[in-house]
Every structure is written in C-alpha cells, then in structure tokens.
C-alpha cells in the first residue's frame, strides 16, 4: 500500500472513530434529559422559531400524533407552548419558552466541556489549523452532496 493510501485510511479509521463516539456523547446527553423525538423538536424550535404544528411535523418527518405525543411532554415540562391562531382555531403553533431555550444550552454547555476534553492539549494553532481543514471539508462536502442529489 502506497505512503498516502495508508495515511488516508488511518484518518479515515480515526474520523469515523471520533465521529461515532463523539455523536454517542452528544446523543446521550440529548437523550438523556430529551428522549426520542423531543430533542429534534426543541431544536427545529430553536433553528426555526414559532412553527405550526403540521409543517413541523412535516419538516422531521414524523406524524403529527407523533408530534403531538413529544410536544405534550414538552409543555408539561414548560419547555415550549402551544398556541392557537387568532383566525383559525384549528391551527396549533408550537414554540421555544425560555426555559426550553436555557435547557438547551445547558446541554450544550455540558457537551462543549466533554467536547474540550477530547481536544484537551491542542493549542490555538492546532484548532485554527483543524478549522481551516473542516470549513474546506465542508465545502467540499456540500458540492458533493450538490452532485448526489441530482
């Protein structure tokens, strides 16, 4: 095996292995205080704001019973609200409180810590260099996946 097939396979050995285990991390910390479908639906709050039920439904591809199970356990929690349309009662939007936005930050904050500690001992350099790789990584990827989706 060539020199610079052997250094891409151990890079790519250790990506996936960061990779999977780092998103293990992350999931377990989700997981943990926002189980199944309830994490994807504060964070689509968050990304996206108010939202009315049906589109966010649509939008992580779940059914709106789904929905509306997770997002009961949600507004019990005070974590988001429901709130009806002034015109049309029928339509239900659902939306980030503050506590819910403080939440997800404490994760967040929980998961940057670990985040810190698996990079522990790299200096600035290393992470503008590490930087520089992912953003070229990045537009790398989402010309490929311009390609793929074709």
């Not at 404490?106 to 670990?114: A, V």
Request: no cysteine.
């Amino acid at each position: 095996m060539e020199k610079g097939n052997h250094l891409f396979f151990q890079f790519e050995h250790l990506f996936w292995d960061v990779s999977r285990n780092m998103g293990y991390i992350w999931k377990q910390i989700f997981e943990n205080s926002f189980p199944g479908s309830q994490s994807y639906i504060m964070f689509k709050l968050e990304q996206s704001g108010r939202m009315r039920m049906s589109k966010l439904a649509d939008s992580l591809h779940l059914t709106p019973g789904a929905v509306t199970i997770a997002s009961d356990k949600l507004i019990d929690q005070g974590y988001i609200i429901r709130i009806r349309d002034d015109k049309d009662r029928r339509v239900v939007y659902l939306e980030l409180t503050q506590d819910g936005k403080e939440a997800l930050n404490e994760l967040r904050n929980g998961g940057r810590q670990i985040m810190r500690s698996v990079f522990n001992g790299l200096s600035e350099a290393d992470l503008q260099r590490l930087i520089e790789i992912f953003e070229r990584a990045t537009a790398n990827l989402n010309i490929a996946r311009e390609e793929f989706d074709k």
